[in-house]
């Protein structure tokens, strides 16, 4: 089984990578949100210990890029910040568990095998809601019978909605899941994008696939939620 280990100190890397390699694990580590978010999605890493604490990107931006694309690999959050506040984030965000440090070598060992145990859902392919199908490999989207021809960015986007069909996700939550880093009050991106994918995606006539729920974001219309 192979372990990826992201961080930044070197002290704190060694100590966790010896240990691992002693218990039978196959161990690679890296230093930076970036690397975490490239080599995890470079395939062939079993689970991710991951830092929050990072000098380019912090742990919770690796892991929402991470888990646009790849929401089966599991990731263990390591930090020092022990409030429930950053737990319960990097749990929103896809962690599969959270350990503050400094944490018991034993425990954190116990966890690793524990999240390993559980069978792994097969990953999906091709995302589809009601006559919205979303082909992951081809980069294609297609309505009812056309296609549509969508940017990186739209795609990314409608691709988070997708995965989180009939929730009602916040502009931070998306700009997050989708851009990668903190919620900026001012910013009106994610607006802006969905306005995009609105104009591509409904036809004349049609009501929103993308609904805006007053005082909490937008929510992709599931079908229970307007009748997809």
Same mark, same amino acid.
């Given at each position: ?23 039978? %694990? &196959?161990?690679?580590? /890296? ?7 490239? @080599? ?11 830092? /929050? ?17 790849? *929401? ?8 020092? @910040? ?10 929103? $965000? ?7 440090? +400094?944490?018991? %070598?034993?425990? $954190? $060992?116990?966890?690793? @095998?524990?999240?390993?145990? *559980?069978? #792994? *859902? +097969?990953?999906? %392919?091709?995302?589809? &809601? ?12 297609? @309505? ?8 990186? #960015? ?8 997708? #995965?989180?069909?009939? *929730?009602?996700?916040? #502009? ?5 899941? /989708?851009?990668?880093?903190? %919620? ?8 802006? =994008?969905?306005? =995009? ?12 696939? /993308? ?18």
């Amino acid at each position: 089984m192979r372990v990826l280990v992201v961080e930044d100190e070197a002290r704190v890397a060694s100590f966790i990578a010896k240990g691992l390699e002693g218990a039978g %694990f &196959s161990v690679e580590v /890296v230093g930076t949100g970036c690397e975490a978010v490239a @080599r995890t999605l470079e395939g062939g890493v079993d689970i991710v210990l991951l830092d /929050v604490g990072l000098p380019d990107i912090d742990g919770f931006s690796a892991l929402a890029e991470i888990r646009v694309v790849d *929401q089966a690999t599991p990731v263990i959050m390591l930090t020092a @910040r022990g409030d429930v506040g950053s737990r319960v984030r990097g749990l929103e $965000l896809g962690a599969d568990d959270y350990l503050p440090k +400094p944490f018991d %070598f034993d425990e $954190l $060992l116990a966890r690793i @095998r524990a999240r390993l145990r *559980q069978p #792994r *859902q +097969p990953e999906a %392919f091709v995302l589809q &809601s009601g006559d919205l199908q979303l082909d992951l490999r081809a980069r294609r989207a297609r @309505r009812a019978d056309r296609t549509v021809d969508l940017t990186s #960015r739209e795609f990314t986007l409608l691709e988070y909605l997708l #995965r989180h069909e009939g *929730q009602v996700l916040s #502009r931070a939550q998306i700009l997050n899941g /989708v851009w990668g880093y903190d %919620f900026d009050p001012g910013s009106n991106v994610v607006d802006v =994008y969905v306005g =995009y994918l609105r104009s591509k995606l409904d036809g004349d006539g049609e009501d929103s696939i /993308v609904e805006t729920v007053r005082g909490g974001g937008y929510r992709l219309r599931g079908r229970g939620a307007g009748g997809l």
